[in-house]
């Protein structure tokens, strides 16, 4: 959690995190800031505030995060090119060298965070490295100090993601009653002019949907069908008509305004009938997810669950990615994943031996498992996204049906 | 243009181009690759077709790209990280380095490319640099080989600017007939239930009319009013009222859906009346609009236009940033900025020295003069964006009327 920032940097060793980028869609200056229609620098000294450099036009913005701000136009970035003949990395990396002076790090350990174009980070961190040899400039990865904050989640979040999950399965329901609304004619959905509804069009809905409840959905959604519903991360043939007996996969990650808390929730679906093979393999993949849920126990190591939903997709004969590792069938990629400010956070449940998170009090992650035969043109995932509890409860932030068949009258 | 990209990587030395990140809302992927749901890595050797790597599960998104693919899960990042000892970023160059080995890469000038997060850009493009001393890797900040390929852009691309401006005016249409639906009572707008209507109600319908579009609004809307007009960036507070008489600054920059390109489009509006101080401001910005406009000629310098619209201002007696550096009253910014996969690209209008950027036939670019005095509670803005044709014509590609009151009925 946010409290424990000096927590974290005293045991990693850090003397100050510095973030740069946009105050939206930008998860470590979102984190650390609120967010803010801005673009700016943020440098948190270990035991100190975090200091806010921002732009003047940009001073409202910066000024409503409640954090202490700087001015950059102080920072004279003209005179700074100038001297450095034009060099923009190296008069970047000088107006660092001030800002840092300015907040009082002038040596030890700097961790480098926020969004931003990648050959510009490593041309101007390079060149405040080379500025100041003194300093060691921290890039982290996976096991980043924000992700180990971000790891636990408090009430106040858990609450923001709990009402991204009321927005989801209320647009989730908006869908299913849209759907269910269209009579079939030869096989597919139908309009009122008799033509054939399409993805694309439903896809639309969703954002209209999630808009009027004032979310975003950055990174679109996943409506596939039959065989793209086969492929995990198919986002699905916006031209592909809703035809019937065929599972849907509908996965939808939207997020609060401006970039805060996501939420991630899948059903898959079958419109008029399932066919019996359909049928089986959700039966399977819905005990899968029942089991898997009456297993958690708080402090566990979350590959526990990966390895025990491969044993049990195995046992009825599903090629996972435990036994054939890179298989395109059966069950083909892990149990879940942390939740927050980014769709996928920690912890993570894959089953590599490097991978030691658990699940404890605060966090928040998926269970989804899922079955996949693109060439039999089906797949199924069921998703719901919890968080446990301080004394352990482990919540369903937003309840719906499990349902595979949806009504459909003939036209 | 596309088009120029071997061009460009030959008159810069570059013998390929790694870019890295999302598939959404990162320009340099969008556009080499034209978007889609999906991480990935993409290295374009000069002369040669861009290659994408990705992962399994996206490999339907990637193959829509019509790019040639390679499988981000053969080069075993599992085994590379336990190889490296769990040293991420090593295993993530060593990655690179087999990825750039086969696409014929293993010497020259790589540049690097595409949003992702600084500290691990940092950290991984600073092992690939110690793991390859045969090779050089090349971070661009202001002078990117990418931003000066995007500096013109085709018909194709001017086309779908251009729809992105009648959605942008059609909204901005539907939100002047939403304010003067209501009725004025003690000086604000109210609802059928006598309740103040709130800049943020007005939001979200702005949010609402652009995804019934198929637009997203990533970066939010700027709908300021009295002071905070006077501000350029302040995006305005959600629970402000809309008062009769005051200056509303109205900047809206949608993109189209998943990341693609953006419109840029400002009017300034007074409900009911204007005071005469605020209508003799908008006057003003209006004349020197369409002065700035009658002189554009292409083959120009970009500043060129800066420092007339500051002349022009300065002649009506208002401080600008030419006369009074960092003033935050009168003209506080610059004329202008390129407009595409970013809101913010070149050709920028900056009247510094080492801006060379002309208005040549291609580029998109918005014309924003605009006088600020928050402490007199008020700010002007007027924008359109502009497409150069081939033969030298200057399109804006989306009319709107500039007019400062909107009808307002007492209730």
Known sequence: MKTDLDTLMNSQNLDALLVTGSGQHNPAMVYLTGGGHMTAELIKKRGADPVLFCNPMERDEAARTGLPTRNLGDYRMQELLKAAEGNYPLALAQRYQRMLADVGVTQGRVALYGRAEAGASFAVFSALQALMPELTLVGETNDSLLLKARFTKDEQEAARIRHMGKVTTQVVAEVADFLTSHPARNGVLVKNDGQPLTIGEVKLKIDLWLAERGAENPEGTIFAIGRDSGVPHSSGNPDDLLRLGQSIVFDIYPCEKGGGYFYDFTRTWSLGYAPDELAALYETVKDVYNQVRTHFSVGEQC??????????????????????????????????????????????????????????????????????????????????????????????????????????RQA
């Open 303 to 408: 590959p526990v669950y990966q390895r025990l939903a491969c044993d049990l997709f195995e046992a009825k004969g599903h090629p996972t990615i435990q036994n054939t590792p890179n298989t395109e069938q059966g069950y083909v990629h892990s149990l879940g994943h942390g939740l927050g400010l980014q769709v996928h956070e920690r912890p993570w449940f894959g089953s590599n031996a490097a991978n030691e998170d658990r699940i404890v009090p605060g966090v928040v992650f998926t269970v989804e498992p899922g079955l996949y035969y693109p060439e039999r043109g089906m797949g199924v995932r069921l998703e719901d996204s919890v968080w446990v509890h301080p004394d352990g409860e482990i919540e369903t932030l937003a309840d719906f049906p499990m349902e595979l068949v949806l009504p459909v």
